[in-house]
């Protein structure tokens, strides 16, 4: 039975010729015996009606659990980029660019500790984002970037350095959420599924009964 509801779903030919099945049982059933009154037919509107509104909600559902399925695992795959992308900038030791950054620029001392200060500030700053994206991003979860310490820098260099990191990880949040909605689409309850599947069936039993009626009121003219 399952074999054959498969078939019904995946081919094209297979849905044909069960529609035109059905169409002729339901002659023989409701057509030709011409035991339904008006009232009775009226009822078999309500039915297809109902029918092909569910076949076509439920096939619509599968194409886009399909459509976002697919999408999903691009998107697992741009998340996983831009994680990457962004902490190739930022480390726990002393390797990033705050950290071994010297300045040769000829200044007053004063000015050269102001400068050494954001320095060492924002190497500091850039370890401790480490540590917070390394405990908050498994199964690509969302950056809270509130949790970041402040940071306030005057430097040029320091400066662009901060704006370019948040932004990477703003990008990176961005393709958590994109990710997280589309998961979400492809997740269904069981009755949903349960609907998905015989969607099509609805839609041939919906159509061939509409078919019958059609051939019902010529009968009448």
């Known amino acids: 039975m399952s074999d054959i509801i498969e078939n019904i779903i995946s081919n094209f030919w297979c849905s044909i010729i069960c529609l035109i099945v059905v169409t002729i049982i339901l002659h023989l059933a409701l057509v030709w015996p011409g035991n339904l009154s008006i009232k009775q037919w009226k009822f078999v509107d309500y039915i297809w009606i109902s029918l092909t509104a569910v076949g076509l909600v439920g096939t619509t559902r599968t194409v886009q659990k399909m459509i976002s399925g697919n999408r999903l695992e691009d998107l697992s795959h741009q998340v996983a980029w831009s994680y990457d992308y962004f902490r190739r900038f930022i480390s726990a030791d002393n390797s990033s660019l705050p950290c071994i950054l010297s300045y040769g620029k000829e200044s007053s001392r004063k000015k050269f500790d102001g400068i050494l200060n954001e320095y060492k500030g924002t190497c500091d700053w850039q370890k401790e984002i480490y540590r917070i994206t390394t405990s908050d991003t498994s199964d690509f979860q969302e950056i809270d970037i509130e949790k970041f310490p402040k940071l306030s820098v005057s430097d040029s260099v320091m400066v662009k350095f901060k704006g370019?990191?948040?932004?990477?990880?703003?990008?990176?949040?961005?393709?958590?959420?994109?990710?997280?909605?589309?998961?979400?689409?492809?997740q269904q309850s069981s009755a949903e599924n349960i609907t998905n599947y015989f969607a099509p069936i609805f839609l041939i039993i919906g159509l061939a009964l509409r078919i019958t009626k059609v051939t019902w009121e010529f009968r009448q003219l």
């Open 164 to 186: 370019f990191l948040l932004s990477k990880i703003t990008d990176y949040n961005k393709s958590v959420m994109e990710r997280k909605r589309n998961k979400e689409l492809t």
